[in-house]
């Protein structure tokens, strides 16, 4: 188990490094950051000063040495535009980012998994069809253009949710957190929605797979011929049997949620992670960019590892030192 | 559950409805990224310091100069500006403003760290500060400046006492977010609002709002959308698509103005033989360069029905023009001609350059900069081809865009320009020959080259007769344009939308501010 | 052997067919996807205009309400976009682009992935440990911010989307095959064809493959919607294909910020056609998935 564990960490790490050359080569290729920032009637001389400031006139193995040994020492370096260290501008914004994916999590385990539970127990009704044919729609329609009408249909219609931003916050932890007050919940309800409309569907989908799988099981055969409850049978046995693979793919799946949180935020004008991370790239801040997608692995890393680790709890038969 | 939240929201708005007139809320579209006035030369930066600090000159919404914290200035000698402070201004900590935070001000702009975009280039011609009482300052210069005043236009005052060895950080924060302007700031969340609160020991004008929430919303719908939920209710950059829905809707109203953003088109002057976007008709290689023909360039230019662009893309946000800048604006060139629309005389033009059968070019332009770029690149692609010109269209996000611009790798291109309110400033930074040592043409990206026309500027740059001096850059402007140096294709309109009950003075220069809003039925 | 005495023995493809069309719901899948292949491979000569013709679009016809009538005597059915681009043409060259980089880069994906996984599962050892690990690298990189970075590098162009998507999803069909490869590995056959000395091209590719298909075509009929769905939303966030040849997630994102200006014909027909074909795709790939899983044979 120990030995697992360092395994996969020293893997994490050479992932980290990878990554952070990787980014730092697509970044030097896409462009120059100083002609983006840059005030349009500076002159030669003051571009070259802005250079130098930025530290963009040293030869980029060289830039990439120096931010390796901040970073070793914890330091990803200052954000370009904030003039701030970027793990700090991100940690800001994290949680915003982190209520709205887990917001959007909990609304898809919450509609997805009773939908997902019926699709499969009777998977020849009417209603099941139903289901399955809306979960289609979780996946093909296209997330900015459903928040648009969303806002459009609830905030500018109906007026009954606030159309854009966080609402008011309240201090938990010292940190802001929205979802503690009714003003933060109305805000958060809206986008929460929009990011989890694929979750929904993909939740119901693998119940109802499951559902269906672990009804033709041997032991649920079983469980049902010694006469137990079809509530029983569904909800202890079935149930059990299909968290496995719901956790897992969920699990995997907050890491993307909180990427493609980009596309909601900027919808939502959500002050998360997300709309820094795009406005970031689009003015090539680099710092940022660089932090944000190391933390990002982190964070996959780190989730990946309890995801297996809830396996051994959830189902005893995987091992850790079983998987290759 | 939506029900009670809307009932709850329904008696909260009741119970704060008496308030309610002392607050305001806005969203602008483009993000504030510091509040360190001077970290940062950004427009929207500059419009949330104008809230927090103010100016020795300050701009009226024409973008002409007014007294700020400066009640006068003039040039005692050819090279000595010398300004008159206002008495009795307090920061908003209670201390006082006098000639001391000027020269500290001028001092600290230099020396902000890790600075991106910084005011250097308006502060480097003042080669000495000499503090002559309390509330008189002389600022020299080495040559005659008659440009000086404008210049500090861009600088906000910061107090000595205050902000002595202050970082970036702290300014965000809010710790040192301390000026002299109408708002003081109450709380700051990167990237998403401001608060502010009004500073009622402010020496202008009272502002209306006692507190005001400044929100960024950057993308075009959402905001939009907001103004119409009425979560906000002041935006600004209203997407043109939106305009003619919100002019007939009567619960909001829009506040408009002419600016002083070109958007223009420029041209590869700097390779002689073979651009690398130009082909004959099958695909090879001209043998030169048919840009640095006039003849094909003034084809390109009447080849674009200009109007049309204003009125089918911009949906009438914009005025079509042949030249720099605005009627009614310093150093606008009166009855200079809109270049009329004429295909036929277009062809003729190619013929007589040698191109009967015309050519084919690719047209590149940024599609995330400014208010419908992809579309103008398209509408322009649809005329050149008719005209004559096999027109490809490329548009880029500006990340990309800018660096290759500025690396000339493109035949044509589309960019735009926030003027300063004088020909010299276009002149000098698009026109002027590319030159490190003088600093002109720094935005130069199609190398247009007039050792003429950089003479005539030269001489101007000295001139402290502000009637002659502008004379003079008229003529220079049209040396500029009949040489078709660039291509003017419209100037933008600044468009707000405001909620019934409030009104925006629109601005020339784009900027949003508080204090500009008002009440209004 | 005659035909009319002999007992009916289904071969392995014809159960899977009659399995198959055993859904009525995968059957209208099917059918609207032909017809969707069809309108998209047909388009020059069916569609009333060019749309990617700059020299046939006029922008004084910019925005034209659905049936309204342009300067050139053509009827717009379906309305115009802000270029002047006849919408029902636009959708069905916009078809082809959609699919093209859908099934473009699930085919690619699928065959790089497929390739590794197997070499993965078949090897074993030290090239499994470096193949896994990319695969980790991969899948441990939003998709999303992935293909931003790479289109941001490489710039627009419908390759580079498909590039750029084959560079995000290639490493769920390693994961899938590899999984299957491995069980399949144990199984007699391939033991069987260890001990014939066939070689390993053939195991892999002869044996190995066609064994792991069932699972391999699943994740393609999803990955196909979800590589057109992602070039829809890389063009709304400015990247993505080139916008003179509009896919129909460019149509749809152009048409976006026409929404609340009441002019809804710009991204709603658009949006209609991106979500039929991706239904259609998703009905077909529910009943493969059905169809090929062992584990629901009763």
């Known amino acids: 188990m120990a030995l697992y564990l360092i395994r996969r960490l020293m893997q994490s790490g050479f992932v980290l490094i990878a990554m952070s050359l990787l980014v730092f080569l697509g970044v030097y290729a896409v462009g120059d950051p100083v002609e983006i920032l840059i005030s349009p009637d500076a002159d030669q001389e003051e571009r070259e000063r802005a250079v130098r400031a930025l530290g963009l006139d040293l030869p980029l193995w060289h830039q990439y040495l120096v931010f390796l040994g901040r970073a070793l020492q914890g330091d990803l370096g200052r954000s370009f535009v904030f003039n701030e260290p970027a793990i700090q501008l991100i940690l800001q914004r994290m949680p915003a980012t982190l209520e709205l994916a887990f917001g959007a999590m909990f609304i898809s385990v919450l509609i997805g998994l009773p939908l997902g539970l019926y699709a499969g127990l009777r998977p020849d009704g009417r209603l099941s069809k139903t289901i399955m044919a809306g979960s289609i729609l979780g996946f093909s329609l296209p997330s900015f253009w459903v928040g648009l009408m969303l806002i459009m249909l609830f905030a500018v219609q109906l007026g009954w949710l606030p159309s854009t931003g966080r609402g008011e916050t309240a201090m938990l932890f010292g940190i802001r957190w929205s979802f503690l007050t009714g003003d933060g919940l109305a805000h958060i309800l809206l986008p929460a929605i929009n990011l989890s409309l694929f979750k929904i569907s993909l939740v119901i989908r693998l119940t109802r797979a499951g559902v269906r799988e672990t009804m033709l099981m041997d032991y649920v055969k079983f469980a049902r011929a010694k006469g137990l409850t079809p509530f029983r049978v569904t909800f202890v046995h079935v149930f059990k049997n299909i968290m496995i693979p719901v956790v897992t793919v969920l699990g995997l799946e907050l890491g993307g949620t909180i990427a493609f949180s980009v596309v909601t935020e900027s919808v939502f004008a959500w002050p998360g992670m997300g709309k820094l991370i795009i406005d970031s790239i689009n003015v090539l801040d680099r710092p940022v960019i660089v932090a944000y997608l190391m933390m990002i692995v982190l964070m996959f890393i780190v989730i990946n590892l309890l995801v297996d680790l809830v396996y051994t709890l959830l189902d005893p038969r995987v091992r850790l030192e079983g998987k290759a | 559950m939506l029900r009670t939240a809307a009932a709850i929201g329904l008696a909260l708005a009741s119970a704060i409805g008496v308030a309610q007139a002392q607050n305001l809320t806005m969203a602008v579209g483009a993000p504030v990224t510091s509040l360190d006035p001077h970290y940062h030369q950004l427009s929207p930066n500059n419009a949330a310091a104008s809230m927090i600090y103010s100016r020795l000159v300050e701009t009226d919404n024409l973008a002409r100069m007014q007294p700020g914290l400066a009640l006068s200035w003039t040039a005692v000698e050819p090279t000595v500006w010398e300004f008159k402070l206002r008495p009795g201004v307090r920061f908003h900590n209670g201390r006082e403003f006098t000639a001391d935070d000027v020269a500290f001000t001028l001092a600290r702009i230099p020396t902000v760290p890790n600075s991106p975009a910084s005011f250097t280039t308006f502060v480097r011609p003042i080669t000495r500060v000499e503090v002559v009482d309390p509330l008189t300052i002389r600022l020299h210069t080495a040559t005659p400046y008659p440009l000086l005043p404008m210049d500090l236009t861009n600088i906000f005052i910061l107090d000595r006492e205050t902000h002595e060895g202050a970082t970036t950080e702290r300014f965000n924060s809010g710790e040192l977010a301390i000026g002299t302007g109408p708002f003081r700031m109450t709380r700051h969340a990167n990237g998403d609002r401001i608060e502010l609160e009004r500073n009622d020991q402010y020496f202008g004008e009272r502002p209306a709002y006692a507190r005001v929430t400044y929100r960024m919303i950057t993308n075009d719908s959402a905001r939009t959308a907001a103004l119409l939920a009425g979560d906000v209710d002041v935006i600004d950059q209203v997407p043109t698509a939106d305009i003619a829905r919100l002019r007939r809707d009567n619960r909001v109203s829009l506040q408009e103005i002419t600016g002083l953003r070109l958007i223009y088109l420029s041209l590869d002057h700097m390779r002689e033989d073979g651009s690398p976007f130009i082909t004959d008709n099958d695909g090879r290689p001209l043998p030169r360069n048919p840009l640095k023909d006039l003849r094909v360039r003034q084809a390109l230019s009447i080849a674009i029905d200009r109007p049309a662009i204003v009125a089918r893309v911009m949906e009438g946000s914009a005025t079509a023009t042949g030249q720099f800048l605005a009627e009614g604006i310093h150093s606008h060139i009166p009855g200079y001609p809109v270049p009329a629309f004429d295909a036929d005389r277009a062809r003729r033009l190619l013929a007589e350059a040698g191109y009967p059968n015309g050519f084919r070019i690719t047209l590149h332009g940024p599609n995330d900069r400014y208010p419908n770029d992809a579309r103008i690149i398209q509408a322009i692609g649809q005329m050149w081809t008719r005209a004559g010109v096999r027109t490809a269209v490329e548009a880029q996000t500006w990340s990309t865009f800018v660096g290759r611009a500025g690396r000339q790798e493109f035949s044509a291109f589309l960019l735009g320009w926030g003027m300063n309110p004088d020909g010299s400033h276009p002149l000098r930074n698009l026109i002027a020959c590319y030159n490190r040592d003088t600093g002109l043409g720094a935005s130069n990206r199609g190398r247009y080259c007039n050792p003429e026309l950089d003479r005539g500027l030269a001489a101007s740059s000295q001139n402290l007769d502000p009637a002659a001096r502008e004379q003079q850059l008229l003529g220079l402007e049209r040396m500029a344009l009949e040489d078709v140096a660039v291509i003017p294709l419209h100037i933008q309109t600044n468009v707000w939308a405001a909620r019934r009950g409030f009104a925006i003075t629109p601005r020339a220069d784009e900027l949003t501010r508080a204090q500009d809003v008002r009440p209004a039925n | ?298």
């Not at chain 3, 925005?63 to 043409?89: A, C, K, N, V």
């Not at chain 3, 060259?93 to 790089?112: D, E, T």
Request: one cysteine or more.
């Open chain 3, 1 to 298: 052997m005659s035909a009319t005495t002999a007992p009916r023995v289904e071969t392995p493809f014809q159960r899977f067919v009659s399995e198959f069309f055993a859904s009525k719901l995968a059957v209208v899948g099917l059918v609207v996807i032909s017809a969707i292949i069809l309108v998209a491979v047909l388009a020059p000569w069916i569609a009333p205009q060019d749309p990617y013709d700059l020299a046939v679009l006029d922008i004084m016809d910019g925005r034209l309400e659905p049936g309204s009538q342009g300067g050139s005597g053509i009827t717009y059915w379906l309305g115009t976009d802000d270029q002047g681009r006849d919408m029902l043409s636009g959708i069905m060259y916009g078809l082809r682009i959609s699919l093209l980089v859908g099934v473009g880069s699930a085919v690619l994906a699928a065959a790089v992935g497929a390739t590794l996984g197997l070499l993965a599962a078949y090897v074993g050892g030290k090239t499994d440990t470096v193949i896994m690990r990319l695969v980790d690298l991969q899948l441990s990189f939003p998709a999303i911010l992935a293909a931003l970075m790479i289109l941001a590098f490489l710039g627009k162009g419908i390759m580079n989307v498909v590039f750029a998507i084959v560079v995000v999803e290639w490493a769920y069909y390693a994961r899938t095959v590899r999984g299957n490869a491995l069980v399949e590995r144990q199984r007699e056959y391939i033991e069987a064809a260890r001990c014939l000395a066939l070689p390993p091209r053939r195991i892999l590719f002869g044996h190995l493959l066609p064994n792991c298909l069932p699972p391999l075509i699943v994740v393609a009929t999803m990955q196909i919607a979800r590589a057109i769905a992602l070039e829809a939303t890389l063009s709304f966030l400015g990247l993505g294909v080139p916008i003179t040849e509009p896919s129909l997630g460019l149509l749809i994102s152009n048409g976006y910020e026409y929404m609340l200006s009441g002019k809804y014909w710009i991204s709603f027909y658009p949006g209609i056609a991106l979500l039929v074909t991706i239904v259609a795709i998703n009905l077909v790939g529910d009943q493969l998935r059905d169809v090929l899983n062992p584990r629901l044979k009763k």
